[in-house]
């Protein structure tokens, strides 16, 4: 079974070129273009992992990590970050 990567950034460039690789390599994507909209897919379905941007308009990657952990989600996570 393929594993299931859901990747947020609001970068759409980024997203794609992400998703390509991994979709290359045989992993299963969904994109989110927000954190707000990241926790609509999250209370639809449990991926195995998630890339995400640390700096998003709206809420940034970090407030989201702390909602998604406070929420119980264990997913494992890989931040994404332009900052030094």
């Not at 991994?22 to 969904?30: A, C, H, K, T």
């Not at 308009?57 to 931040?79: E, H, Q, S």
């Amino acid at each position: 079974m393929n594993k299931t990567i859901l990747i947020i950034d609001d970068d759409e460039m980024l997203r794609n070129a992400l998703g390509k690789g991994l979709r290359d390599e045989g992993f299963n994507v969904i994109t989110s273009e927000s954190a707000e909209h990241a926790n609509e897919v999250l209370a639809r379905l449990s991926p195995d992992a998630i890339i995400l941007d640390r700096m998003m308009t709206g809420m940034d990657g970090l407030t989201f990590l702390r909602k998604i952990r406070g929420n119980g989600t264990a997913t494992p996570v890989i931040m994404l970050t332009a900052m030094t």
